[in-house]
């Protein structure tokens, strides 16, 4: 499920899963760090920056982020963010089975495989 936003006499909601099986998490990136560039097999992923300026890589595409942008990251689809600012943090949800196992790293700066 794509990010839904529900509108209401009070104002709006954002409705990121209902009745979905989800993992979520707050990933915290030092500045001029990255992580691996990766894709997963079994889950699509949600991204919202919360705080601070990123660099996102998605298939064959960059792009600066700055707070409250979204991405949406197909199952498949290479992708990496680096944290262009001091404080960096990423909502991170992600859709279907969550496993360390699902994460084919092509390229990685820490030499891990």
Known sequence: MKK???????????IFAINEKVSVKIINIDKGKRFSL??????????????????????????RYAKNSE???KRGMLHRIKALSD???????SFGE??????TRIEDDYGRV
């Not at 990766?38 to 792009?63: D, S, Y």
């Not at 404080?87 to 949800?93: T, V």
């Not at 969550?98 to 994460?103: G, Q, R, S, T």
């Open 4 to 14: 839904r936003i529900d509108k209401k006499p009070w104002g709006r909601e954002e």
């Open 38 to 63: 990766q894709k997963h097999k079994h889950r699509n992923e949600f991204l919202r920056v919360i705080e601070g300026t990123a660099l996102i890589t998605v298939g064959n595409k960059i792009k």
């Open 71 to 73: 991405v949406y990251v």
């Open 87 to 93: 404080s960096l943090k990423i909502l991170e949800i």
């Open 98 to 103: 969550f496993d360390k196992a699902d994460i």
